[in-house]
């Protein structure tokens, strides 16, 4: 008996085999596996190929039935590996980020040792037994030089945590006859690097302005210091006693480290200096390394040649005497005698002393030894003086005690040199007549003390010199303006046997003594504290029209039009070759050098590399 009921089959996962014809084949593509093995057992049992077998009480399940059950066994067990499956991968894909992660967070862990490690490289001490280098705290900068700009530098980047080490030739009390006359600008400076104390207990003069003398006539050009506090003024003192000063106060620092040697040569290898080697007071040579090197070893730099093309020139020197008892036509102010064949500079040193200066045009000086100077200083200049000074004039010379100076003149012209940096009269000079020589070099102390601060680690000594690129730039405006202003004054106020530089001459002293913006403003730009170089060159060719306008009132004539004109043109003569040597576009326009925006270096080694070293 052939089992046609369907109560005794188990439901199946699909239609019933009865159900199914050659007509409407089962569609196997809607289901998962191929059932192409179950249609072809359907056929033969409807067609009687195949004999059916009798059922029995023990129910053996049909290989169709079987199949089913295997099928629906089959569909569950791969839900549940579909699952297992997704949260596998999801698990994995978790565990490769947490591998990445640290991966990089030992990557840069072993970065900041190999790195703190090669920093140990600067840290040296000296044997001094046999002059090698050997670990030690060491040091983040040396500075060769301690004079005013170095003495400046280490008690500023000392104050800011380097580790400073400054070697200078001699550390006893410097004694000179210029570096005596800090305008109102470099006194701001002073205060912003927290150095104004330096000018106390040296007997400093407040200087608030400048008396402008010619041919019997006479002006007085004041500090515009109505804005600024009562305290702010220019400064005179004895050069020696306010290096000694900021010396002192340098050495207070426990970080700070000044020792007395000459430098002979810098360190190099593969181009970027490493150090110095220098000899000691004792004569022991020896070499010190830092990751930076700062020379700023003044006018008569013996390294300059190393980092930068000086074209020095000597346009004059200046004799110095010291005048005693004497009272100044002016009080607390600077004195300029428009004198023939160039100025004589007249300021107060100390409560009872005056400085003087004259200035020689050219290199070749009268001997002191046979007596030339003194005859020359008596016949020659004392006539030109006011008649005030005359009398300690005269005994000055008397008294024999005359000292010269060349008066340099050098552009700025760098060659950025990885691992090291020139600042000061070593860097850039211009002529004294304007006492604007540490107003230039405090200022670059500001902008290098910016640029550094960000900064904690400075060993990438190529990173480091494309970064302080910008410092070039950005100490142009103070920099320049005074370069300029130096430079023009200097040779306008010499006199000339061309009548059109006699012209200039005079009508800048009669611009000057017009008060108003007509002072002020040259004033300001010579004090720092108007450091536009835009505002000097209207000024100085307002001077020039100035002079032409004279020259053509009442009425003008052919001669008078020709002398103007030649004025016109010497007054460019003058000033453009100047700017030139400055840098027109470093000058008046700074925003668009790319070093103008150079950021500072990415700091890759934390503060708890020296922990992690230990």
Not at 102 to 120: E, I, P, V
Not at 234 to 241: A, L, M, Q, T, V
Not at 315 to 337: D, K, Q, R
Not at 568 to 575: H, L, N, P
């Amino acid at each position: 008996m052939l089992l046609t009921s369907h109560c005794h089959r188990p439901s199946l996962p699909f239609p019933a085999p009865q159900q199914l014809s050659n007509s409407q084949p089962y569609n196997h593509h809607r289901k998962r596996g191929t059932f192409t093995t179950v249609h072809a057992q359907i056929n033969r049992r409807e067609s009687g190929r195949e004999e059916s077998k009798p059922f029995s009480s023990s129910f053996s399940p049909s290989p169709v039935t079987q199949f089913s059950t295997d099928v629906c066994n089959a569909r569950k067990k791969m839900v549940i590996v579909d699952k297992y499956i997704v949260g596998t991968f999801f698990a994995s894909l978790m565990g490769f980020f947490i591998l990445y992660v640290l991966r990089q967070k030992t990557t840069a862990k072993h970065r900041r040792r190999d790195q703190f490690q090669s920093r140990q490289h600067y840290q040296i001490r000296n044997d001094p037994t046999t002059g090698e280098c050997l670990p030690d705290s060491g040091s983040d900068v040396i500075i060769v030089g301690a004079g005013v700009a170095g003495a400046a530098l280490a008690y500023t980047l000392g104050k800011d945590g380097r580790r400073v080490r400054v070697i200078e030739r001699d550390l006893t009390e410097p004694d000179r006859i210029v570096g005596e006359l800090l305008q109102p600008g470099g006194y701001l400076k002073l205060i912003e690097l927290g150095l104004e104390d330096c000018v106390e207990e040296i007997d400093a003069q407040r200087v608030l302005g400048y008396a402008l003398f010619k041919d019997g006539k006479n002006t007085r050009l004041s500090y515009p210091l109505e804005k600024f506090h009562s305290d702010v003024s220019g400064r005179s003192f004895h050069n020696g006693r306010f290096i000694q000063r900021m010396r002192e106060k340098a050495a207070t620092l426990p970080n700070v480290h000044l020792e007395q040697g000459t430098v002979s040569s810098l360190l190099e290898e593969n181009g970027i200096v490493k150090g110095v080697e220098y000899k000691t007071k004792a004569g022991q040579e020896l070499k010190a390394y830092a990751p930076l090197t700062i020379v700023c070893d003044g006018c008569f730099s013996n390294l300059r040649r190393s980092l930068c093309k000086p074209e020095v020139e000597v346009p004059s020197c200046f004799v110095g005497l010291v005048l005693e008892n004497c009272e100044l036509p002016y009080a607390n102010h600077g004195h300029v005698i428009l004198a023939d064949p160039s100025p004589i500079l007249f300021y107060p040193i100390s409560s009872t002393e005056v400085r003087c200066l004259v200035d020689v045009p050219g290199q070749k000086l009268p001997s002191l030894a046979s007596g030339e100077m003194a005859n020359y200083l008596k016949t020659m200049v004392a006539p030109q003086i006011p008649a005030e000074l005359y009398d300690a004039f005269i005994a000055a010379i008397d008294k024999g005690n005359i000292r010269t100076m060349p008066n340099r003149s050098m552009p700025a012209a760098p060659c950025p040199t990885p691992g090291a940096l020139l600042m000061g009269d070593a860097f850039n000079m211009r002529h004294p007549l304007t006492g604007g020589g540490m107003t230039v070099a405090l200022s670059d102390i500001v902008v290098l003390r910016n640029l550094l601060k960000p900064l904690h680690d400075m060993t990438d000594a190529d990173s480091l010199c494309r970064y302080l690129e910008s410092f070039y730039t950005l100490r142009k405006p103070v920099a320049s303006t005074i370069n300029t202003l130096a430079g023009a004054l200097y040779k306008v106020f010499c006199a000339s046997p061309d009548q059109a530089r006699n012209e200039m001459r005079q009508a800048c002293f009669d611009y000057l003594s017009l008060g108003g913006a007509c002072s002020t403003g040259p004033v300001a730009l010579l004090s720092g504290l108007n450091p536009r170089p835009l505002s000097l060159v209207l000024h100085f060719f307002a001077v020039a029209i100035y002079g032409v306008g004279r020259l053509l009132l009442p009425y003008p004539s052919p001669k008078r039009l020709w002398i103007g004109a030649r004025l016109i043109s010497g007054a460019s003569g003058i000033i453009f070759p100047i700017i030139k040597a400055e840098g027109i576009r470093q000058m008046f326009f700074p925003a668009t050098m790319p070093a103008y925006y150079r950021a500072p270096l990415v700091d890759e080694v934390s503060d708890s590399a020296p922990q992690e070293s230990k």
